[in-house]
């Protein structure tokens, strides 16, 4: 069963750019069968979709996060990568990283999620 | 963007009762792209249900997921300790990809 595994630096000040990486065991993240996604849960609150995109560069971003969104997969490491620039108070949120089947056609649901990593904006 | 919204907001059950959540979507949901997440406390979304109505890998039968167009529903057969939770319906035929605000199934 692959897994995935994000890493983080759990408190981001307010105007500053979010990091976040996720491991892939089991899998491997140059297979073209899956896209790679990021979503969001802010505490008590529900799932925001904020990116998917495959390793040759296919890429499904959210409007609302678009501007501020960069995305890279790493082969040798076998991860792929966030980056959300102008961060603030209401990025707090637990980030998780997942992996979607997809077709040549059409994306299906996300099927493997990791643990999730907390992010905390303040000063 | 489709905005699912899912009711009832909470649901109060007994052990071994059955659950029945509802999902509606504000359009409809092209090639029954409709998914359902558990969530238990403090973890990560599982799969149980997508393209409306087939089990994830491992997902016990007493799940199942039905409807099509824009009104779909998670049925629960015989609630166990463990499917006390929250439930999220997603849909991935149209980007941006929208999840519903979740059904939360509580121990009555």
């Known amino acids: 069963q692959p897994q995935l595994q994000e890493s983080g630096p759990g408190l981001v000040k307010p105007s500053e750019t979010l990091s976040l990486t996720c491991s892939v065991s089991?899998?491997?993240?140059?297979?073209?069968?899956?896209?790679w996604g990021w979503i969001r849960q802010p505490p008590g609150k529900g799932l925001e979709w904020i990116v998917s995109?495959?390793?040759?560069?296919?890429?499904y971003y959210s409007p609302s996060l678009r501007s501020r969104v960069t995305k890279s997969v790493d082969a040798s490491k076998n991860q792929f990568s966030l980056k959300l620039r102008s961060m603030a108070a209401a990025d707090t949120a637990v980030y998780y990283c997942a992996r979607q089947f997809c077709s040549t056609t059409s994306c299906d649901a996300f099927d493997i999620w990791g643990r999730g990593s907390l992010v905390t904006v303040s000063s | 963007e489709i905005v699912l919204t899912q009711f009832p907001a909470i649901l109060s059950l007994s052990p071994g009762e059955r659950a029945t959540l509802s999902c509606r979507a504000s359009?409809?949901?092209?090639?029954?792209?409709l998914a359902w997440y558990q969530q238990r406390r403090g973890q990560a979304p599982r799969l149980l249900i997508y393209g409306a109505s087939r089990r994830a890998t491992g997902i016990p039968d007493r799940f199942s997921g039905s409807g099509s167009g824009s009104d779909f529903t998670l049925t629960v057969g015989r609630l166990e300790p463990e499917d006390f939770a929250v439930y999220y319906c997603q849909q991935y035929a149209t980007v941006p990809l929208t999840f519903g605000l979740g059904t939360k199934v509580e121990i009555k």
């Open positions: 359009q409809s949901v092209s090639s029954n792209y």
């Open positions: 089991g899998d491997s993240v140059t297979n073209s069968a899956y896209y």
């Open positions: 995109f495959s390793y040759s560069g296919s890429t």
